[in-house]
């Protein structure tokens, strides 16, 4: 099964300001998706990340403030721009393994202060 | 679209004992897959067991059972001999090839007692 790295782990972030968060996989995969985890609630799909395309968001969240970039098929990332406390959750990236299901990174814990 | 409800916010079981956590879904999809996911407070999604719609055949992992019924959009998790590092979130989780991503539900917050 494939392998993700994700960084940072968590982050402390002052308002307005914007942090990138990485993701490495081991091996070669098509799609990588974004999740975010409100505090006491379930995943929720950001967007979904396809090498040499952009990214397509789901209903609720916009490039602007989500870019996201996926330069080759073992990397992306997720950046949060322009931050207010309402942004404090956990991300969470992920790889399809198909009819496995997926497989996820450790999860960046973000508080914006 | 499809829905994942889970019905029980909060479940408790003592050390060794079993406990059945519970799933529905709606779709109209006819070959689709289940998971069951542990989020222990590490933050760590970890897949315990997954389920095929089109397999009649209840899937096992060791502890982790399941009791599929198809008709009924029904999909629990029993965890036997319930050890005190099954304390986690459990999400129950559905994907169909129509869609691409995995569409969880709200959760379980599991506590096992001494």
């Known amino acids: 099964s494939a392998v993700i790295s994700q960084k940072p782990s968590r982050d402390i972030c002052q308002r307005g300001t914007s942090l990138t968060i990485q993701c490495q996989v081991d091996?070669?995969?098509?799609?990588m998706f974004w999740y975010r985890q409100q505090p006491g609630q379930s995943l929720t799909l950001i967007a979904t990340?396809?090498?040499?395309?952009?990214?397509?968001?789901e209903s609720g969240f916009v490039i602007d403030k989500f870019p996201i970039s996926r330069p080759n098929l073992t990397f992306s990332t997720l950046t949060v721009s322009n931050m207010s406390p309402e942004d404090s959750s956990i991300y969470l990236c992920?790889?399809?393994?198909?009819?496995?299901?997926?497989?996820f990174g450790s999860g960046t814990r973000l508080t914006v202060v | 679209a499809q829905t994942v409800t889970q019905s029980q916010p909060e479940m408790s079981v003592q050390e060794a004992e079993t406990v059945t956590l519970s799933c529905t879904y709606d779709?109209?999809?006819?070959?689709?897959?289940l998971f069951w996911y542990k989020q222990p407070p590490s933050r760590q999604m970890i897949l315990v067991i997954r389920?095929?719609?089109?397999?009649?055949q209840n899937a096992t992992e060791n502890r982790f059972s399941v009791n599929f019924q198809k008709a009924a959009k029904s999909f629990s998790l029993k965890i036997s001999d319930s050890q005190l590092g099954d304390t986690a979130m459990y999400f129950c989780?559905?994907?169909?090839?129509?869609?691409?991503?995995?569409?969880f539900g709200k959760g379980t917050s599991l506590l096992v007692t001494p």
């Open positions: 990340a396809n090498q040499g395309s952009e990214a397509t968001y």
């Open positions: 779709t109209s999809e006819s070959n689709y897959y």
């Open positions: 389920q095929e719609a089109y397999k009649q």
């Open positions: 992920s790889v399809d393994r198909g009819n496995y299901g997926y497989t």
């Open positions: 989780a559905f994907w169909s090839n129509s869609g691409y991503a995995l569409n």
């Open positions: 091996s070669q995969v098509t799609m």
